[in-house]
């Protein structure tokens, strides 16, 4: 039974009750929105993958762990305010683009004691301008336009460049005397997490499995790859790979405030100030790139929730790309002047998405609206993170979760990257873009790569049909065998943003 006051009660077949503000339905909890209590249980549990975006904060920035979990508490916040804002999607990192990020903001320095803020007006720098991507390209109707331009060689070489800086990166196989925190740090550990991962995510054997009635394999598919990293965690701490928690700290419920304070002051766009134009202009690739990476789970997003209205005539969920745009681009620009991270503020995290969609569709009994299973999943990670006991609990294993996110990322990245190829021409573009987007310093130098690439090798001399009829060419080329691995990739697309 829904935990929720009258003021929550709905019409049938009609929009669940709120406070109209423009394009904004604004909904309060219990008063327009009901308590889920399985959406609060898995609030509590999943909610360390968000938390472990503190390792990048105290890794590019040097911040000690109170201040970046405040600001991942904002982070998270964010979230929930989109939800109460009337968009039903639960939002997440552009996962995707984290390993090109960091790479991104590798090549600036930082040295506040000297002055030197470089890498985080380069953070701050690439946050503005997504921001501005997201409401100005959302907002004009533009933003399919611009993907829509981008050759399909590009996007895929976008992703998998991606994919393979996972692979090289910090959390991937660099090695321990390179700065590496994943295989090399705890090879036993990362094999056992990312292999039981994989297999819970994107096996054809446990995908037979879980489509069976066992509720305790349901209850696992739920999770994703959580029950990977607690297996994982047990295992890392019996052979001291990862160490043990320590509750030191007092107190149940963290303070948030004195670390915002601090970062307000030294960590922000009010602090450090505006970043020079010469950085505003390296971050635009990057900021392109990042947008051209998150834009598909805006119309995957929207599309899934378009098609789950089907199964419940009893609301009105009111699905719009605009208001999911508007409120992306809100969020990146607040995070810039308030709490900047690394992993940018997307607009989807699919894994979760789907799964409260689920339960939705089993009906009012069930859950009661889209917004209080939503909405409630958030409220309960964000709490989560600000609770000192838990937080002790998983904050060893939280440069674990970052390498199976980023492996998992990784894994889908390669296998959605190429189906975007359909000729030998575009698999070569791709690859070689994928290439320079991983190794090189600058990520920026791989889009300025594939662009160049494809125009030589795709559009010079050939028109529109001569490219439909190679591209129809190459598919005639596909075997069964390659067409079966790519109805299963389609399949699992759903598990490709872990946390994005």
Excluded at 269 to 296: D, Q
Aim: hydrophobic share 50%; with cysteine; charged share 15%.
């Amino acid at each position: 039974m829904p935990i929720m006051f009258k003021s929550a009660v709905r019409e049938h077949g009609q929009l669940q009750p709120h406070i109209k503000a423009g394009m904004f339905h604004i909904r309060l909890p219990l008063v327009h929105w009901e308590i889920e209590v399985p959406e609060a249980i898995q609030g509590m549990i999943v909610f360390m993958t968000g938390a472990s975006a503190t390792v990048y904060l105290e890794q590019q920035f040097g911040l000690d762990f109170k201040t970046a979990i405040s600001i991942i508490i904002v982070h998270e916040f964010l979230y929930l305010w989109q939800n109460m804002m009337g968009d039903a999607l639960i939002g997440g990192w552009i996962t995707p683009a984290v390993p090109l990020i960091i790479t991104y903001l590798g090549q600036y320095d930082y040295n506040p004691a000297a002055g030197v803020y470089d890498r985080i007006h380069a953070l701050l720098a690439l946050e503005i301008l997504l921001g501005v991507l997201y409401v100005g390209l959302g907002v004009t109707k533009l933003a399919g336009k611009l993907v829509g331009w981008c050759p399909s060689s590009l996007k895929g070489g976008i992703l998998m460049g991606a994919g393979m800086s996972a692979c090289i990166g910090t959390y991937g196989f660099k090695t321990v005397e390179n700065g590496g925190k994943g295989f090399w740090a705890m090879p036993i550990t990362f094999t056992i997490g990312v292999l039981l991962a994989l297999f819970l995510l994107f096996s054809y054997g446990f995908g037979k499995v879980k489509r069976g009635h066992n509720p305790f394999i349901k209850l696992i598919s739920k999770l994703g790859f959580v029950p990977a990293l607690l297996v994982a965690y047990v295992v890392g701490m019996a052979i001291k790979e990862i160490g043990t928690p320590v509750f030191t700290e007092p107190g149940i419920v963290l303070n948030p405030f004195p670390g915002l304070a601090w970062a307000f002051h030294n960590f922000t766009l009010f602090g450090v100030g505006l970043p020079p134009a010469h950085i505003f202009l390296t971050a635009l690739p990057m900021a392109v790139m990042t947008y051209i990476i998150a834009f598909g789970d805006v119309v995957a997003g929207t599309a899934f929730y378009s098609e789950t209205k089907r199964f419940r005539e009893d609301e009105d969920m009111d699905i719009s790309a605009d208001r999911t745009n508007l409120c992306c681009g809100i969020r990146n620009i607040f995070e810039a002047c308030f709490a900047p991270t690394c992993t940018m503020s997307g607009p989807l995290w699919t894994a979760m998405t789907v799964t409260v969609a689920e339960r939705y569709k089993s009906g009012k009994d069930n859950m009661y609206s889209i917004f209080g299973g939503a909405c409630t999943f958030n409220l309960f990670k964000v709490l989560s993170c600000a609770c000192i006991p838990l937080m002790a609990l998983v904050r060893p294993v939280l440069p674990l979760a970052m390498s199976l996110t980023l492996m998992i990322q990784a894994f889908g990245s390669f296998y959605v990257g190429m189906t975007f190829c359909r000729t030998n021409i575009e698999r070569g573009v791709a690859g070689i873009t994928a290439c320079v987007i991983a190794t090189s310093a600058t990520p920026s130098l791989g889009l300025f790569v594939g662009i160049v690439l494809s125009i030589v090798c795709e559009f010079i001399n050939t028109n529109r049909k001569e490219r439909a009829r190679l591209v129809a060419d190459g598919m005639a080329q596909v075997t069964p065998e390659i067409e079966e691995a790519e109805r299963a990739a389609l399949k699992f697309e759903g598990k490709l943003t872990v946390h994005n």
